[in-house]
């Protein structure tokens, strides 16, 4: 069973930058795509990015995102990555990483159990 | 306001049946695939359904999909008191090249 621990979260400035990071575990991690979802207090999911697998994967980003976040993957650490600049206070979320091919078979078959970030003055 | 639009709660009785819908549109869920998930709070979502009607291994026949069109719907027999939860669907859209959720399901089981 596929495992997936993040890390990173934190208290940021508005305006701060901060990096997520994915550890992946128990299943072939250079066959799944990477996604990161985000869920802000009191609210439903959100879908923020998602990587596709090789040097040339796919990237695509949420439109509230696009040009200030940035996703990418380290095969050979079996890791995946979030960097986020410009925090606002509307990025404040519990963000989730999960393995899986949303954009063809959508499925997100392993998630973690998200890290916090929090944007605040 | 999330693209997909689900109820924000039902209710049902314990072994009862529940159905939980998902309206979309043709640049989403009319043509993709549609997949649900559970959320307990402080637990890690999980993956119910995929390409709109499998499931993952370890989840029982009590949870099923279908698709028809622009709409989606997940069916849940046999409620049990552990099945109270956020139930949330999701899909590609096209249009927007970006994945999409709907905004969740509070399901109760009274």
């Known amino acids: 069973e596929g495992q997936l621990v993040e890390s990173g979260g934190d208290l940021v400035k508005p305006g701060g930058s901060l990096r997520l990071s994915c550890a992946a575990s128990?299943?072939?991690?250079?066959?799944?795509?990477m996604n990161w979802v985000r869920q802000a207090p009191g609210k439903g999911l959100e879908w923020v990015s998602s990587?596709?697998?090789?040097?040339?994967?796919?990237?695509y980003y949420a439109d509230s995102v696009r040009g200030r976040f940035t996703i990418s993957r380290d095969n050979a650490q079996s890791s995946h990555y979030l960097h986020m600049d410009s925090l606002t206070a509307e990025d404040t979320a519990l963000y989730y990483c999960?393995?899986?091919?949303?954009?063809?078979?959508?499925?997100?078959?392993?998630w973690g159990r998200g890290t916090l970030v929090t944007v605040s003055s | 306001q999330s693209v997909l639009t689900q109820p924000p709660s039902m209710s049902a009785a314990p072994g009862q049946k529940v159905t939980i819908s998902c309206s979309g549109s043709f640049s989403n869920i009319g043509n993709n695939y549609v997949s649900w998930y559970v959320l307990v709070p402080g637990t890690a979502p999980k993956l119910l359904i995929y390409e709109n009607n499998e499931r993952p291994s370890g989840i029982p026949d009590r949870f099923s999909g279908s698709k028809s069109g622009t709409s989606a719907t997940l069916d849940i027999t046999g409620l049990q008191t552990g099945d109270e939860a956020d139930y949330y669907c999701a899909t590609w859209d096209t249009s927007l090249r970006g994945g999409v959720f709907g905004g969740g399901t509070k399901l109760t089981v009274l």
């Open positions: 999960a393995a899986g091919d949303f954009l063809l078979s959508n499925s997100l078959d392993f």
């Open positions: 128990g299943f072939t991690f250079t066959s799944f795509p």
């Open positions: 990587i596709g697998t090789g040097i040339s994967g796919y990237k």
